[in-house]
């Protein structure tokens, strides 16, 4: 059960972790453009799927389409994708410059990223509930050894609480360094 119950909280951390390298930083990060789908032959398709993404500069993208007439289209699902980037075909790719983050800019990506760590806490305890509300129900189970199995579950849930407040605090030094 407890194997279980840590893959599952393993899964809210990588959420939690996607979430986190959707938020633009002063670096450039490949990761900003993992959600932006291109049209792609009738199908929306990730950038990554169609194109490399680089970071030549600390504050610049560089897409390069495997297939050429696909430029145009990226540069349309950047601009689209309303992340406050200025997308620009340039040779065979597009380059995405980043602009410099104002310092209310940086607070408002801080606190998207307290919301977005607290949304991975909140998927934790539920894991946690659902974890003690199912060693609860079983009666088979005698009341010392279903008090150590919660006893458990309370541990597992820390340690997970820990790497996600670890993360959000890396990713906020991130995001209010100038």
Not at 81 to 96: F, H, I, M, Q, Y
């Amino acid at each position: 059960m407890a194997a279980e119950l840590e893959a599952k909280m393993e899964k809210a951390i990588e959420a939690t972790r996607r979430e986190f390298a959707r938020l633009r930083t002063g670096q450039a990060s490949p990761a900003i453009l993992n959600d932006v789908k291109v049209e792609y032959y009738g199908t929306p398709t990730p950038i990554s799927q169609i194109a490399t993404v680089k970071s030549p500069e600390p504050r610049m993208l560089f897409v390069t389409p495997w297939e050429k007439q696909f430029t145009d289209p990226i540069c349309k699902a950047i601009l689209a994708a309303n992340l406050g980037l200025n997308p620009s075909k340039e040779g065979d790719g597009v380059r995405v410059a980043m602009p410099i983050l104002t310092a209310e800019r940086r607070q408002e990506l801080a606190k998207m990223a307290k919301k977005h760590a607290e949304d991975g806490r909140t998927a934790i305890r539920n894991l946690r509930r659902e974890a003690n509300d199912t060693v609860k129900k079983n009666k088979e189970l005698p009341e010392d050894e279903s008090k150590k199995e919660i006893e458990n579950i309370q541990k597992i849930t820390d340690k997970y609480i820990g790497i996600i407040d670890t993360a959000l605090a890396e990713k906020e030094a991130d995001i209010l360094k100038v």
